[in-house]
């Protein structure tokens, strides 16, 4: 038989993406969760933040000449929201929350794996332990980028300043916030034993980092100190770039270009791919 | 040949002893056991020796290499099926050994060729496509055992490999197991703490129990270090050791626990109603008598003074060990 170096890694890859298929109610909740938050969330707040339904004027404040009432504050709301409107701003966030969300849980497979047994069956073959773990973060990404894609071509049923031109690139960065989170979802799980440690763990972070990534609202309105923390989340760097691909908004903090985006998030999955491979190598089945 | 040899192992979990100083070797083309009680020392000597864990002293040989320093050499060698199951059940069983052989690096036909062909010897070449989660118990087992063999290892390692199983099930893994020593030569270490599937299976055995080996040796040998006839009487209170000396035409004569006395004999028939009358006399009620060619349990109980069965059923096997 021939040998191939990579098949490892391919191995994995076969394994995270035929799970994937096998498990048809995970593409249901992946694809519901995000709906649920755009219908209620896009569609609620979409028509407080526009003004066309607007016709009258404001009791006590006098008409500027030339201006309507409405369209100043269609013009702010254009400015704050990037020149979209907020449900267009919401749907372009939604394809990195969901991969965001779907890839970091992802981790919760390692200790299913540990629980069925499966986790020996893995390290007892004499593959890399690198290539092993690597092929099984792919393989996530792989499966949740696709995941993501399913959401913003249901963005473009359900809101209208998408741009179909800019859905091939926002899919890298996509990948590659994949890579990050999956990593880190594994880094967490393979240091647990419990499920529900696990999901703790990943809850207690996944709240804050989402509020705190550009999805629901601008960076530029936020707390100061809420920006800060925007700025170390990865996750902010994916809506901002996904965000500017799909509908040419650019609203981000200073560092945050589309060039920039694609660096940090490049480092975070380096850097992270590379410390589940060396927390997978130091694993073995004594606790 | 030796293929596997394992010297002085030692093997500390944080407060257990769970391992505590086995030597044995493995020759080529045997069928080598470890039989003992639940808690023995088993599985982890045989993780061991599958390079899963490292020995708190000792050492293991497999074909020349260290397991603890070459573990990828060891790893290339052997195919292990675990105690506890350790298959996807959410692939098929066809997916199953797919990763497996690409994880051992093979691909192409020859590997989509050999999964069909295992499958068949095990009988799940119908199944391939299945979901192992819609499996019977049997089946899992078979399919991994299959999956064990799938990139011709030298040696197979089988922990408990009938355990749980149906008397229906446990024959056919009993046949493919000899299947693959007689047909292909292979070299199985296998543990066990079913008697019957030691005496039936291994060419050598080794009893192992509170992580040592107590014995060591072929069923027949191990049989032959009682005598021809083991009688045990149960008596109504604890006699003293002083009430050995009085037996005539014993070989070996041992108290046990509940009043139990282990008599080693030429031949039952002949000593028994003699033994009986001198009991009585010396003022002791006896309960009950019963005699038994040596089988592995009678060993067992000898070398311990426990019987097998018992110390089966006084623990249940840890399971999840993963759970704190
Ligand atoms: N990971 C672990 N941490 C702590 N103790 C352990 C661990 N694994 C096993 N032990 C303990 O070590 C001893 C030997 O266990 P082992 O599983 O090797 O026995 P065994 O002979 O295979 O028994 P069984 O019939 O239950 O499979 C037991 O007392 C067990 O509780
Ligand atoms: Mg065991």
Redesign the interface.
């Known amino acids: 038989?021939?040998?191939?170096?990579l098949?490892?890694l391919?191995?994995?890859v076969?394994?995270q993406v035929?799970?994937w298929f096998?498990?048809r109610s995970r593409l249901v909740s992946t694809v519901l969760n995000p709906l649920v938050w755009i219908i209620f969330l896009g569609l609620g707040w979409g028509s407080v933040f526009s003004a066309s339904g607007f016709k009258g004027a404001l009791p006590g404040i006098p008409t500027p000449p030339g201006l309507s009432i409405s369209d100043l504050v269609q013009k702010y709301f254009n400015t704050i929201f990037g020149g979209v409107d907020y449900l267009t701003f919401m749907v372009s966030g939604m394809a990195s929350m969901t991969v965001f969300l779907a890839s970091f849980i992802g981790g919760i497979s390692v200790i299913w794996d540990?629980?069925?047994?499966?986790l020996?069956?893995?390290?007892?073959?004499?593959?890399s332990r690198k290539l092993?773990i690597a092929g099984r973060i792919l393989g996530d990404a792989i499966v949740t980028t696709v995941q993501g894609l399913i959401v913003i071509l249901l963005g473009f049923i359900i809101a209208s300043g998408l741009r179909i031109a800019g859905v091939g690139i926002a899919l890298i960065y996509l990948f590659l916030l994949a890579i990050t989170f999956s990593s880190l979802g594994v880094v967490i799980a393979l240091k647990l034993?419990?499920v529900e440690g696990f999901q703790m763990i990943v809850n207690l972070l996944t709240m804050p980092l989402m509020f705190m990534s550009g999805v629901f609202y601008p960076f530029t309105t936020m707390p100061s100190w809420m920006q800060v923390i925007a700025l170390y989340n990865p996750l902010s760097y994916a809506v901002h770039a996904v965000r500017y691909w799909l509908t040419g908004a650019d609203v981000g903090l200073s560092p945050m270009t589309p060039l920039n985006d694609l660096l940090v998030l490049a480092a975070g999955a380096t850097i992270l791919l590379l410390t589940a491979g060396f927390a997978f190598e130091k694993t073995?089945?004594?606790? | 040949m030796d293929v596997i040899v394992v010297e002085n192992l030692v093997k500390k979990?944080k407060d257990v002893l769970a391992v505590n100083g086995v030597s044995f070797t493995v020759r080529k083309g045997e069928i080598f056991a470890l039989l003992g009680p639940n808690g023995a020392g088993k599985t982890t000597t045989i993780?061991i020796i599958?390079?899963?864990?490292?020995p708190t002293s000792g050492r293991v040989i497999v074909e020349g290499y260290d397991a603890v320093k070459e573990p990828?050499?060891v790893?290339?060698l052997?195919g292990?099926v675990?105690q506890?199951?350790?298959?996807?059940?959410?692939?098929t069983a066809y997916?199953n050994m797919?990763?497996?052989?690409?994880?051992?690096?093979?691909?192409?036909n020859?590997?989509r060729k050999?999964i069909l062909e295992l499958l068949e010897f095990v009988d799940l070449k119908e199944y391939a496509f299945k979901?192992v989660k819609h499996f019977s118990g049997g089946m899992k087992r078979r399919l991994e055992i299959a999956r064990g063999l799938l990139t011709n290892p030298d040696i197979l390692i089988l922990d408990e490999p009938t355990i749980g199983l149906d008397p229906q099930s446990r024959a056919r893994v009993w046949e493919y197991v000899r299947k693959l020593k007689n047909d292909l030569g292979m070299t199985i270490l296998m543990t066990t703490h079913y008697l019957d599937e030691a005496d039936e299976l291994a060419d050598r055995i080794a009893i192992m129990d509170h992580g040592r080996i107590i014995a060591m040796g072929t069923s027949l040998e191990l049989k032959n270090m009682l005598g021809s006839d083991v009688i045990y009487l149960k008596l109504s209170k604890q006699a003293p050791e002083s009430l050995c000396r009085e037996f005539n035409g014993v070989k070996d004569c041992r108290l046990l626990e509940d009043g139990l006395i282990e008599l080693v004999v030429e031949n039952a028939n002949k000593v028994l109603p003699e033994v009986m009358k001198l009991v009585m006399e010396k003022g002791y009620e006896i309960r009950e008598v019963s005699y038994r060619k040596p089988s592995l349990n009678e060993v067992f109980l000898h070398l311990t003074g426990r019987e097998l069965r018992d110390s089966l059923e006084a623990s249940s096997p840890p399971r999840?060990?993963?759970?704190?």
């Open positions: 038989m021939r040998r191939v170096n098949s490892p391919i191995a994995m076969y394994r035929k799970r096998s498990a540990k629980q069925f047994g499966y020996k069956e893995t390290l007892v073959a004499p593959a092993v034993s419990s073995s089945i004594e606790e | 979990y993780h599958a390079t899963l864990l490292k990828g050499k790893r290339r052997i292990i675990f506890e199951p350790s298959l996807d059940q959410q692939l997916d797919y990763i497996h052989g690409r994880l051992y690096g093979y691909s192409g020859e590997l050999r979901q999840g060990r993963w759970h704190r």
